[in-house]
């Protein structure tokens, strides 16, 4: 059996610290104490502690993650693990996230469709779906966005091109390692290589210069 001890407040910060059987447990801010009725000598069983010290982990990841919302958008995933790395215990942090979701703080699809609109006249198709799948957006989330807002062969031959002119100003690879080069360039940035050889073709269409 466990009793409540103690509720005090932090030196610093707006939370209450909870003791149980006169040692720290959980703290928590003061409509949470309120809502689940936490008073000095309450006595909790097993269960009735657990469930009580997981909810409180749990409200003060999601006041983190609102605080963290203020500033960029995350996916749930994203969400989760800044949570993490934020000291939280994992389930609390994922307990969080899927809370804010179902709120409707964050959305997954949303965020891939702002992340996809935002790259996409930057990078290739295949850096995208890396960051995507980095951010939890599952494949058939992330191939039904990108057939929606992406099509490389007219998209990305189109950024290539543009920065394949800034790049060269109107000059041309003097070898075929200078275009190796070029073209690794754009590879690193998750462009096929297909890609950036229609852009290079169109770059190179008045010239006499062989492509491969």
Not at 16 to 45: K, P
Request: proline content about 1%; charged content about 35%.
């Amino acid at each position: 059996m466990f009793k409540i001890t103690e509720i005090s407040p932090q030196q610093k910060g707006s939370l209450l610290n909870v003791f149980v059987n006169g040692e720290y447990a959980f703290s928590a801010d003061s409509g949470f104490i309120v809502d689940e009725d936490i008073f000095v000598g309450r006595l909790l069983d097993d269960g009735a502690f657990t469930a009580l010290k997981t909810a409180a982990g749990v409200r003060k990841a999601m006041r983190h993650a609102l605080f963290l919302l203020e500033h960029r958008d995350f996916s749930k995933k994203e969400l989760a693990t800044r949570l993490e790395e934020k000291g939280y215990e994992e389930d609390f942090a994922a307990a969080a996230a899927e809370k804010i979701a179902a709120m409707g703080y964050i959305d997954d699809r949303r965020y891939a469709e702002r992340l996809v609109e935002r790259k996409k006249n930057k990078v290739g198709e295949q850096q995208i779906r890396y960051e995507l799948s980095k951010a939890g957006i599952s494949r058939k989330d992330a191939d039904d966005i990108l057939a929606e807002m992406y099509d490389e062969s007219s998209d990305g031959v189109a950024v290539v091109l543009k920065e394949m002119r800034r790049k060269l100003k109107g000059e041309i690879p003097e070898d075929r390692k200078a275009q190796a080069k070029l073209f690794n360039s754009f590879r690193a940035k998750g462009f096929t290589f297909e890609t950036v050889k229609a852009a290079y073709e169109k770059y190179c269409e008045n010239e006499d210069l062989p492509i491969d």
